[in-house]
């Protein structure tokens, strides 16, 4: 292509004839049903690549990290959760436990030394990057895959995870 | 770089420059401006159509990046880098991470070298994607966006898998990564880029050879050889000015000298050497050059761990350490300096999108507007990157 | 192969003082010249035969005790090389800006980094065409990456860190646990208070409000 930009639009002159103008007339006919025939086509027989979402909703990958959920029942307030996280968005607060105290353990078998007394994140600092997730001894702080959780007010956003409101939640959305 | 002879070209030979010549009009192009991708403000002064200055004014993504990381250890720095480029987190992470172990004794496993460099390429191929979809909308044009955005959903729905995330991974962990590839995702990488690769020929039949795109991108914004060096242009801006210059070639890091690829230059096909069109062409056979090596890859993938042995509190010796790669926007640097403790002393990050974006005021002197919005479109430059 | 770029480099440009400062076990091998020369020496290294660094890859302070150390790190494209130049620019008193030659008329890069390095750091580069502050707004106050930079209280009519916008509850919630129990020794909490935060964020009474 040149430099100048003149040459884009440069027209043939040429005489129409009979035979041209019913061959022009045909060309117009047939391209116009063979782009309809595209158009229909893609109306019924390309499945779509989209889904309706609120209607149909995409079944995320099992290790999808999105909202945090933590099993109290299972902590043993090791505080490397808060340790790990990088914006400092974990507030774990706990007591020792009294030595002639009933034991606890957690699920897999670990022994509770400490009281929790707060377990609260702060999700609107959240960067969902997991490293608290890996470096958790029992596996009680985990992601869940549910990622709807818009709210009006930043503190909607602190989740206290010790309150029985929580664990309703995690009940009903996540299975 | 400026065609001097711009005004006669386009009024013509015969008009009275002087009478039609008005006074200059200052324009504030962005930061919401949809052709700036993102927040880039520049200020530009027009002759009617034609730029006669351009100033960009950076800052309004600045996050502090490189403060933060002062305070934070090193294995939590890497959330922080993967939101620099967004749209290139992994080659950002492997950046970070192959800095970190250039300064400690780790032997990186046999099997997370190839995941990196596959996931590396992987993401370099959904980032030229990117660029390709984008900047068809740039020009105008819309459903190549939605083509490409279909293709490189797929390239992320295998990393979602992979590391959880859509966007910003934390996958790429000092001494390995994070999670291992199944089998299942080795087959289906194998038949995603098969599948790219013979779509990619049928889009640039529809854009690359597009004679609208084709007169809006040949002999625009025009970055030679000696301009590039000067202002230290990399990636798809210097060897779209013909020089044969990518880091994987040059100074392989990671696994890539094993690898048999090509390194497309630009050839001025269209226009002049170094134009708009170049670079579009080259980031378009970068494509195939990496499915070329995630194929070496697939083949020659090996069972084993995947994270090396490193300690559980990282401390770094003294010294410092500057170490480049090879991004889908150019070359990042990592330059690190370490007292010896559990935190970055000082993390500099030589980011290649604010070296392009420095190259952008005298390429613009003398453009028309809508050519100035196809040159900034053309360098690729992501704001995150930019500003840190 | 430092140690031999260091002699010519004093050989070509005398007074550089370059002196070789070799890596530890790991690490990149620095070059360290004379503040007062260091356009010189950059023009020497643009154009010496066998080296040729065409390509100014960053200027980037890095903020210590007594000094700010510039670092310049070129790379040559036609040798395949890389090279940290560095210069100590002595530091007089804490807010002090140290300066030093531009080396804009070297490589056009520089304009850019070198407005960056201004900004972040406090380098006043001499004779640089166009020195501004790049990242942050033009009437911003203090060297945002020097170790004992503190933000500032007040910018454009706005307060820095208001007390009322600071999560208080949470934060206190450990200590407030502390001081009101009866064996304190038996508590503790994860969180400490940053040294940024204002005097007034004192712990609030109100209780954490829960999610949903």
Known sequence: ?175 | MADTNLETKWIGDGADLEKIKSDLLTLNMGPQHPATHGVLRVEIQTDSEIVATARPHLGYLHRCMEKHSENLEFRQVIPYVDRMDYLAAMNMEHGYCLTVEKMLDVEIPRRAEYIRVMVAELQRVASHLMFFGVYAIDLGAFSPFLYAFQDREQILRIFEELSGARLLYNYIWIGGVWNDMTDDHLRRIGALVDDIEEKMKKYHALVGENHIFVGRTSNVGIMDKDYCYQYGGTGAVLRGAGVDWDLRKKRPYSIYEEFDFDVPVGEGTKGTLGDAWDRYWVRVREINESIKIIRQCLEGIEEGPIMGKVKKILKLPEGEVYMRTECPRGELGYHLISDGGKTPYRLKVKSSCFTHTSMLPEVAEGQMIADFVATIGSIDIVLGEVDR | MHSEWVSKINAAVSGANAEHVAAGEFGDDTVFVAPEKILDVCKFLYSAEGLEFNVLQVITGCDYQDRIEVSYILASFINNLELILKVKLPKASKDATPEIESVCSVWKAANFQERECYDMVGVIFKNHPDLRRLLCPQDWEGWPLRKDYQVQKEYAGMEVYPAHKINTADIYFGEKLKSSAADPKKFSYSWKKPEFYPEGAQPTTETTTEGE
């Open chain 1, 1 to 175: 292509m040149e430099a100048t930009p003149t040459n884009h639009t440069q027209y043939r002159e040429e005489k129409l004839t009979f035979g041209k103008w019913l061959w022009n007339i045909w060309k117009g006919m047939s391209t116009a049903l063979k782009g309809m025939g595209i158009t229909f086509k893609y109306v019924y027989g390309v499945k779509p690549v989209t889904i309706e979402y609120p209607e149909v909703r995409e079944e995320l990958p099992a290790n999808s990290r999105h909202r945090l959920y933590n099993d109290v029942q299972n902590c043993i307030s090791c505080y490397q959760c808060a340790t790990a996280c990088p914006v400092d968005c974990i507030y774990i607060a706990a007591e020792r436990r009294d030595k002639d105290a009933p034991p606890l353990k957690t699920d897999g078998g670990q022994a509770i030394k400490l009281d929790l007394h707060q377990y609260t994140i702060d999700t609107a600092l959240c960067c969902y990057c997991g490293l608290c997730t890996t470096v958790c001894p029992t596996e009680c702080l985990t992601h869940t895959t549910d990622y709807e959780f818009a709210s009006y007010t930043l503190d909607q956003m602190k989740y206290d995870y010790m309150t029985p409101e929580l664990k309703q939640w995690r009940d009903r959305i996540v299975k």
